[in-house]
């Protein structure tokens, strides 16, 4: 590895780098102003004293949203098959039903983090799974993958070696988010999507231009590849069934967006469900945007390459999106949009590095010694957060030794093996006051089963999974099964388990879970909860819903 990086030279020129300068400078000025306004509680450190209005809010799902995986990966998807994967980001009116659905009951709940929400709703034993089995997982997944990709990205921008890159951009947002907390992540991400909408939105406009305008792009491109521009592929494809983006992708994208903590803190922050909801739909729309602006630069690079390859040259398919802000951009705009990028890795970071804090400091220190001050806990926060830091760091070698590329499919697959049980869970909880807790815990424990058996047999498969011979048996068949048809299956299971466990067993206590499920809500809660919200909050709602199905009916 180490000798590519003596030869690579920074695609920026010095406009570019007093434009990132003044960049970096804004964002450390919007950390010290956060600090200089005292945390003064847990409420505050970790959820920004409830008090945020809906735009920061939207800006922040939004941001933690996007990282380098969209940045990286989604241009480098478009480049190399085109539009399949666009059905992950119409995930948008799932971001609805977090506003709609999932909000309210969580917010009259008062719980600061998922777990949390679990046992009120369920018991501790739900608690504990879910924030010890949260903990390992974002180290494992999202922290290392996102430094990962971070040391990748700002190797590529700033010419220099991979691992400066990676540690750098952990220890800037480690301190940020250590000091400041909640508000400094929240606060800096607004900064940070705003920042990279705009280069994003100027790369699609040149690009398009360079192409010779939309009717052309397509033209370039289904002649060489006339699959680029169908989103819908047969159910036997080995990569992309419909099925499996449609439905399995579905379970997924409600396990992220409406019951992880790493997304739903954002909403918790708000003061009330109104404010809340509102975020969410602003962050819905935002999430539209990715198609745009990463998706379809990916297509256009690939149109660029047939049209001129001695310009337009890309070697591998990650490499899409750097190109087009290396061959495209004008000076100065280039140290803006490289700012973008790095904010966007270190957005997702920061967000990361403070769901664990939280997790941590509420679900486990917090339940381990219930009568330490407000002070400590802070601090206790603080201090997960610079540990879970080093662990991330010390992972990444460890991924490379695995195989980096491969272990990032894991990764991306272990998602979809992660969500069904969950999903299961907080659906049924919230939907059917009937749920009890031992149903809950016993979907949950029966979900980590099926997930190390299928992760285990894939493993062990591998190098005839790869080599393409095929071996009898159920194991086998099990092993091969696509991820996405996977998630479909398990997530029946999961509801199948939870609601005949909750049948063959006695019904919970309804007093002590009201307002927490359908049908416990009182008379005032009803009342507050229709006057939760406009006709605009339900016009935008649907508005939305109608552009999803006018982009997944265009994509054919």
């Given amino acids: 590895m180490k000798h590519h990086f003596l030869v690579m030279q920074s695609v920026l020129e010095n406009l570019d780098w007093i434009v990132l300068g003044i960049y970096f400078l804004a964002l450390i000025a919007v950390a010290v102003w ?3 306004q005292k945390n003064k509680d847990t409420e505050d450190y970790f959820l920004a004293g409830r008090n945020v209005g809906w735009f920061v809010i939207g800006a922040s799902i939004f941001a933690s949203n996007i990282g380098s995986e969209h940045v990286v990966g989604l241009a480098g998807t478009g480049f190399e098959s085109g539009t399949p994967m666009a059905h992950y980001e119409l995930h948008a009116w799932i971001v609805l039903l977090l506003g709609w659905l999932f909000l309210p009951f969580y917010i009259r709940s008062g719980a600061f983090t998922m777990p949390e929400f679990l046992e009120k709703r ?18 494992l997944t999202k922290v290392s993958v996102t430094i990962y990709a971070g040391g990748i990205v700002v190797s590529e921008l700033l010419g220099i070696p991979f691992w400066y890159g990676a540690i750098g951009i952990v220890i800037f947002t480690g301190i940020y988010t250590v000091v400041g907390g909640m508000k400094a992540v929240i606060y800096t ?15 699609t406009y040149l690009g398009l231009q360079e192409v010779g305008g939309w009717s052309q792009l397509r033209e370039t491109v289904t002649a060489v590849s006339p699959e680029h521009f169908n989103m819908w592929r047969p159910m036997n494809d080995p990569q992309f069934p419909w099925t499996g983006l449609l439905i399995g992708g579905t379970i997924v994208g409600i ?24 975020g969410a739909i602003f962050g819905a729309y935002l999430k539209l945007l990715p198609i745009l602006i990463f998706l379809v630069p990916g297509i256009i690079a690939f149109a660029l390459s047939i049209q001129n390859p001695e310009v337009f040259s890309v070697e591998k398919a990650d490499r899409a999106f750097p190109m087009l802000v290396k061959t495209l951009l004008p000076v100065g705009l280039k140290g803006l949009v490289a700012g973008g990028l790095m ?5 997702s970071l920061a967000s990361v590095f403070n769901s664990c804090s939280t997790i941590f400091t509420i679900d486990i220190y917090k339940k381990l010694h219930p009568d330490k001050t407000e002070k400590v806990l802070v601090n206790t926060g603080k201090i997960a957060t610079g540990f879970i830091v080093v662990l991330g760091i010390i992972w990444i070698p460890i991924m490379e030794k695995i195989g980096g590329g491969v272990m990032y499919q894991y990764l991306q697959n272990v998602q979809s093996y992660i969500a069904p049980p969950v999903t299961a869970v907080f659906l049924l909880g919230i939907i059917w006051k009937r749920v009890n807790s031992t149903a809950a815990i016993t979907t949950l424990l029966t979900g980590l089963v099926l997930l190390v058996l299928r992760l285990s047999s894939e493993i062990y498969y591998q190098p005839q999974i790869l080599s393409g011979e095929t071996v009898e048996g159920i ?22 388990i939870c609601i005949s466990v909750s049948l063959m067993t006695q019904a919970p206590n309804y007093e002590t879970i009201k307002g927490l499920a359908f049908g416990t809500l009182s008379e005032e809660q009803k009342v507050a909860n229709k006057g939760s919200y406009d006709t605009i909050d339900v016009v935008l709602s649907v508005l939305l819903v109608i552009i999803v199905v006018g982009v997944l009916a265009y994509f054919t």
């Avoid at 607004?190 to 280069?199: E, P, V």
């Fill in 122 to 139: 369920f018991d501790s034993r739900s608690r504990w799974f879910l924030s010890l089995f949260s903990l390992v997982a974002y180290v």
């Fill in 255 to 278: 396990w992220y967006w409406c019951t992880d903590q790493y997304i739903v803190q954002r909403t918790l922050a708000a003061n009330n469900i109104k404010i809340g909801r509102r």
């Fill in 343 to 347: 904010a966007a890795l270190m957005s």
């Fill in 475 to 496: 194991a086998y068949a099990f092993a091969t099964i696509n991820f996405a048809h996977m998630a479909i299956f398990m997530f029946i299971f999961s509801v199948f």
């Fill in 34 to 36: 956060v600090v200089l």
């Fill in 189 to 203: 991400e607004t900064l940070q999507t705003i920042i990279l909408i705009f280069g994003s939105v100027v790369i």
